[in-house]
Protein backbone atom coordinates (compact mmCIF):
# COMPACT_ATOMS: atom_id res chain seq x y z
CA UNK A 1 0.00 0.00 0.00
CA UNK A 2 1.27 3.29 -0.56
CA UNK A 3 2.54 5.36 1.65
CA UNK A 4 -0.01 8.55 2.77
CA UNK A 5 1.62 12.18 1.41
CA UNK A 6 0.72 14.83 3.88
CA UNK A 7 1.28 18.14 2.46
CA UNK A 8 3.16 21.07 4.87
CA UNK A 9 -0.20 22.17 6.06
CA UNK A 10 -1.27 19.82 6.85
CA UNK A 11 1.90 18.65 8.68
CA UNK A 12 2.08 21.50 10.45
CA UNK A 13 -1.40 21.55 11.94
CA UNK A 14 -0.78 17.70 12.62
CA UNK A 15 2.35 19.10 14.60
CA UNK A 16 0.39 22.43 16.61
CA UNK A 17 -2.30 19.56 17.09
CA UNK A 18 0.43 17.12 19.14
CA UNK A 19 2.14 19.84 21.00
CA UNK A 20 -1.42 21.13 22.39
CA UNK A 21 -2.48 17.27 23.19
CA UNK A 22 0.64 16.59 24.56
CA UNK A 23 0.84 20.04 26.77
CA UNK A 24 -3.03 19.24 27.76
CA UNK A 25 -1.98 15.50 28.36
CA UNK A 26 0.94 16.74 30.93
CA UNK A 27 -1.42 19.50 32.46
CA UNK A 28 -3.76 16.50 33.35
CA UNK A 29 -0.84 14.64 34.13
CA UNK A 30 0.79 16.98 36.51
CA UNK A 31 -2.52 17.85 38.26
CA UNK A 32 -3.31 14.07 38.89
CA UNK A 33 -0.54 14.13 40.47
CA UNK A 34 -0.69 16.92 42.69
CA UNK A 35 -3.94 14.97 43.62
CA UNK A 36 -1.92 11.50 44.35
CA UNK A 37 0.40 13.86 46.49
CA UNK A 38 -2.22 15.52 48.56
CA UNK A 39 -3.98 12.48 49.06
CA UNK A 40 -0.60 10.56 50.10
CA UNK A 41 -0.23 13.71 52.77
CA UNK A 42 -3.73 14.00 53.91
CA UNK A 43 -3.22 10.08 54.46
CA UNK A 44 0.03 10.56 56.40
CA UNK A 45 -1.22 13.56 58.44
CA UNK A 46 -2.36 12.21 61.88
CA UNK A 47 -6.08 12.77 62.69
CA UNK A 48 -6.59 15.67 64.47
CA UNK A 49 -8.20 15.35 68.12
CA UNK A 50 -9.12 17.98 70.70
CA UNK A 51 -6.69 18.98 73.11
CA UNK A 52 -9.44 18.91 75.89
CA UNK A 53 -9.72 16.09 77.71
CA UNK A 54 -13.53 14.83 78.08
CA UNK A 55 -12.96 12.39 80.91
CA UNK A 56 -10.47 10.63 83.31
CA UNK A 57 -9.13 8.07 81.73
CA UNK A 58 -9.63 4.53 83.13
CA UNK A 59 -8.02 3.26 86.51
CA UNK A 60 -8.88 0.05 87.63
CA UNK A 61 -10.64 -0.33 91.17
CA UNK A 62 -8.58 -2.33 94.11
CA UNK A 63 -9.42 -5.98 93.96
CA UNK A 64 -10.93 -7.55 96.38
CA UNK A 65 -7.61 -8.97 97.53
CA UNK A 66 -5.42 -5.82 97.29
CA UNK A 67 -8.76 -4.76 99.57
CA UNK A 68 -8.16 -7.22 102.42
CA UNK A 69 -4.37 -6.86 102.43
CA UNK A 70 -4.90 -2.90 102.76
CA UNK A 71 -7.31 -3.57 105.27
CA UNK A 72 -4.89 -5.74 107.27
CA UNK A 73 -2.04 -3.58 107.09
CA UNK A 74 -3.91 -0.66 108.61
CA UNK A 75 -4.47 -3.04 112.04
CA UNK A 76 -0.35 -2.54 112.68
CA UNK A 77 0.21 -0.05 115.65
CA UNK A 78 -0.19 3.52 114.54
CA UNK A 79 1.53 5.87 117.24
CA UNK A 80 1.45 9.62 117.16
CA UNK A 81 5.19 10.95 116.36
CA UNK A 82 5.01 14.87 116.36
CA UNK A 83 3.78 18.49 115.46
CA UNK A 84 5.43 21.04 113.43
CA UNK A 85 4.71 24.36 112.73
CA UNK A 86 7.31 24.93 109.51
CA UNK A 87 9.42 22.85 107.47
CA UNK A 88 12.95 22.94 110.22
CA UNK A 89 10.90 21.10 112.90
CA UNK A 90 9.23 18.34 110.88
CA UNK A 91 10.22 14.60 111.46
CA UNK A 92 13.56 13.98 110.28
CA UNK A 93 12.84 10.22 109.22
CA UNK A 94 12.31 10.05 105.01
CA UNK A 95 13.29 6.17 104.99
CA UNK A 96 9.67 5.62 104.85
CA UNK A 97 6.82 6.65 102.15
CA UNK A 98 4.50 9.45 103.46
CA UNK A 99 1.26 10.99 102.51
CA UNK A 100 -0.28 14.09 103.47
CA UNK A 101 -4.30 14.95 103.90
CA UNK A 102 -4.96 18.51 103.04
CA UNK A 103 -8.67 20.82 103.16
CA UNK A 104 -11.22 23.32 104.43
CA UNK A 105 -11.59 23.47 107.97
CA UNK A 106 -13.87 21.45 109.36
CA UNK A 107 -13.77 18.94 106.38
CA UNK A 108 -13.13 15.83 108.50
CA UNK A 109 -9.46 14.87 107.95
CA UNK A 110 -8.53 14.18 111.76
CA UNK A 111 -11.75 11.70 111.88
CA UNK A 112 -10.43 10.59 108.79
CA UNK A 113 -7.22 9.52 109.89
CA UNK A 114 -8.90 7.92 113.15
CA UNK A 115 -11.09 6.00 110.73
CA UNK A 116 -7.81 4.86 108.40
CA UNK A 117 -5.98 3.49 111.71
CA UNK A 118 -9.05 2.11 113.36
CA UNK A 119 -8.67 4.00 116.77
CA UNK A 120 -11.05 6.47 117.97
CA UNK A 121 -8.83 9.21 119.29
CA UNK A 122 -5.41 8.89 117.81
CA UNK A 123 -5.75 12.81 116.00
CA UNK A 124 -7.50 14.94 118.22
CA UNK A 125 -10.75 15.90 117.07
CA UNK A 126 -12.91 19.34 117.28
CA UNK A 127 -15.78 20.53 115.85
CA UNK A 128 -14.47 24.33 115.64
CA UNK A 129 -12.77 24.94 112.79
CA UNK A 130 -9.25 25.72 112.68
CA UNK A 131 -8.59 22.72 115.63
CA UNK A 132 -5.68 21.70 114.15
CA UNK A 133 -3.08 24.36 113.21
CA UNK A 134 0.16 22.33 113.04
CA UNK A 135 1.45 19.40 110.96
CA UNK A 136 1.10 16.82 112.82
CA UNK A 137 2.77 13.22 112.11
CA UNK A 138 1.93 9.71 112.51
CA UNK A 139 3.36 6.45 111.91
CA UNK A 140 2.38 3.05 111.31
CA UNK A 141 4.03 -0.24 111.95
CA UNK A 142 7.19 1.84 110.61
CA UNK A 143 6.29 1.73 106.74
CA UNK A 144 4.18 4.73 106.75
CA UNK A 145 3.77 7.87 107.65
CA UNK A 146 0.67 9.95 107.40
CA UNK A 147 0.05 13.97 107.90
CA UNK A 148 -2.60 15.91 109.19
CA UNK A 149 -2.47 19.10 108.00
CA UNK A 150 -3.93 22.36 108.82
CA UNK A 151 -6.76 23.35 107.23
CA UNK A 152 -7.32 26.18 104.65
CA UNK A 153 -9.22 28.49 107.34
CA UNK A 154 -6.73 28.56 109.86
CA UNK A 155 -4.05 31.55 108.66
CA UNK A 156 -4.70 33.92 105.79
CA UNK A 157 -4.04 31.75 102.50
CA UNK A 158 -0.76 33.78 101.78
CA UNK A 159 0.56 32.47 105.66
CA UNK A 160 -1.41 28.84 104.61
CA UNK A 161 0.64 28.44 101.58
CA UNK A 162 3.67 29.41 102.45
CA UNK A 163 4.09 26.85 105.26
CA UNK A 164 2.40 24.46 103.55
CA UNK A 165 4.19 24.37 100.18
CA UNK A 166 7.76 24.56 102.07
CA UNK A 167 6.71 21.18 103.40
CA UNK A 168 4.82 19.99 100.15
CA UNK A 169 7.80 21.15 98.08
CA UNK A 170 11.09 19.88 100.02
CA UNK A 171 9.30 16.49 101.68
CA UNK A 172 11.70 13.48 99.08
CA UNK A 173 9.44 10.67 100.56
CA UNK A 174 5.81 12.49 100.43
CA UNK A 175 3.99 10.16 97.54
CA UNK A 176 0.90 12.09 97.43
CA UNK A 177 -1.50 14.41 98.60
CA UNK A 178 -5.29 13.65 99.81
CA UNK A 179 -7.61 17.02 99.45
CA UNK A 180 -10.49 16.24 100.98
CA UNK A 181 -13.95 17.47 99.55
CA UNK A 182 -17.49 17.93 101.04
CA UNK A 183 -19.32 16.55 98.01
CA UNK A 184 -22.20 18.38 99.61
CA UNK A 185 -20.56 21.73 98.53
CA UNK A 186 -18.20 20.45 95.91
CA UNK A 187 -15.20 22.43 94.99
CA UNK A 188 -14.92 26.04 96.42
CA UNK A 189 -12.56 28.63 95.73
CA UNK A 190 -9.89 27.63 98.28
CA UNK A 191 -9.58 23.99 97.10
CA UNK A 192 -9.13 25.20 93.57
CA UNK A 193 -6.66 27.41 94.63
CA UNK A 194 -4.78 24.70 96.64
CA UNK A 195 -5.12 22.65 93.36
CA UNK A 196 -3.83 25.08 91.30
CA UNK A 197 -0.28 25.49 93.69
CA UNK A 198 0.02 21.53 93.54
CA UNK A 199 -0.51 22.06 89.63
CA UNK A 200 2.07 24.48 89.35
CA UNK A 201 4.64 23.06 91.77
CA UNK A 202 3.90 19.41 90.01
CA UNK A 203 2.67 17.78 92.93
CA UNK A 204 0.39 14.42 92.50
CA UNK A 205 -2.55 14.71 94.50
CA UNK A 206 -6.10 12.50 95.02
CA UNK A 207 -9.42 13.80 95.78
CA UNK A 208 -11.02 12.41 98.68
CA UNK A 209 -15.12 13.21 99.13
CA UNK A 210 -15.89 13.22 102.60
CA UNK A 211 -19.11 12.88 104.51
CA UNK A 212 -21.11 10.72 101.88
CA UNK A 213 -23.78 9.12 104.52
CA UNK A 214 -25.43 12.62 104.51
CA UNK A 215 -26.28 12.50 100.74
CA UNK A 216 -28.34 9.71 99.41
CA UNK A 217 -26.88 7.94 96.85
CA UNK A 218 -28.67 9.51 93.79
CA UNK A 219 -27.13 13.17 95.01
CA UNK A 220 -23.55 11.55 96.18
CA UNK A 221 -23.79 10.14 92.22
CA UNK A 222 -24.61 13.98 90.90
CA UNK A 223 -21.92 15.03 93.55
CA UNK A 224 -19.06 13.20 92.48
CA UNK A 225 -19.59 13.66 88.78
CA UNK A 226 -19.60 16.93 89.23
CA UNK A 227 -16.19 16.99 90.71
CA UNK A 228 -14.90 15.05 88.38
CA UNK A 229 -16.28 16.75 85.32
CA UNK A 230 -14.84 20.37 87.14
CA UNK A 231 -11.37 18.27 87.81
CA UNK A 232 -11.03 17.02 84.13
CA UNK A 233 -11.34 20.39 82.85
CA UNK A 234 -8.96 22.47 85.42
CA UNK A 235 -7.21 20.14 86.99
CA UNK A 236 -3.62 18.84 85.84
CA UNK A 237 -1.56 16.85 88.71
CA UNK A 238 -5.25 15.04 89.79
CA UNK A 239 -4.55 11.53 90.07
CA UNK A 240 -7.45 10.32 88.07
CA UNK A 241 -9.79 8.22 90.51
CA UNK A 242 -12.09 10.06 92.88
CA UNK A 243 -12.64 8.48 96.10
CA UNK A 244 -15.37 8.64 98.49
CA UNK A 245 -15.60 8.00 102.05
CA UNK A 246 -17.39 8.09 105.08
CA UNK A 247 -15.76 8.11 108.77
CA UNK A 248 -18.80 7.55 110.29
CA UNK A 249 -19.74 4.53 108.53
CA UNK A 250 -16.51 2.96 107.59
CA UNK A 251 -17.77 2.99 103.85
CA UNK A 252 -15.07 3.09 101.53
CA UNK A 253 -12.07 2.96 103.72
CA UNK A 254 -10.34 -0.25 102.28
CA UNK A 255 -10.29 1.49 98.59
CA UNK A 256 -8.43 4.55 100.53
CA UNK A 257 -6.24 2.56 102.34
CA UNK A 258 -5.50 0.17 98.39
CA UNK A 259 -5.02 3.84 96.89
CA UNK A 260 -2.47 5.03 99.98
CA UNK A 261 -0.42 1.70 99.69
CA UNK A 262 -0.73 1.92 95.73
CA UNK A 263 0.88 5.88 96.18
CA UNK A 264 3.31 4.48 98.54
CA UNK A 265 4.24 1.54 96.26
CA UNK A 266 4.22 -0.51 99.77
CA UNK A 267 4.93 -4.33 99.23
CA UNK A 268 2.43 -6.51 101.11
Not at 111 to 139: C, D, E, W, Y
Not at 232 to 252: E, H, M, Q
Request: proline share 4%.
Amino acid sequence: MPATVISKSQRKVHDTQATTNNSTNSHYHQEDTIKKTSTKKSKEEPEKFSKILQAFPFVPKATTSELSKAHKFFLLPAVFVKSATNLSTIPENTSIPEVAFIGRSNIGKSSLINGLVNRNALVKTSSKPGHTQMMNFFKIGDRLSLVDMPGYGWKSRDEWGGMILDYLQHRKNLRRIYILIDPSHGIKDSDSQIMKLLDESGLSYQVVLTKTDKLSKTKYSIAKSEVEAQLVKDAICCYPLVLGVSSRTKDGLDELRAAIIKAGQLSL
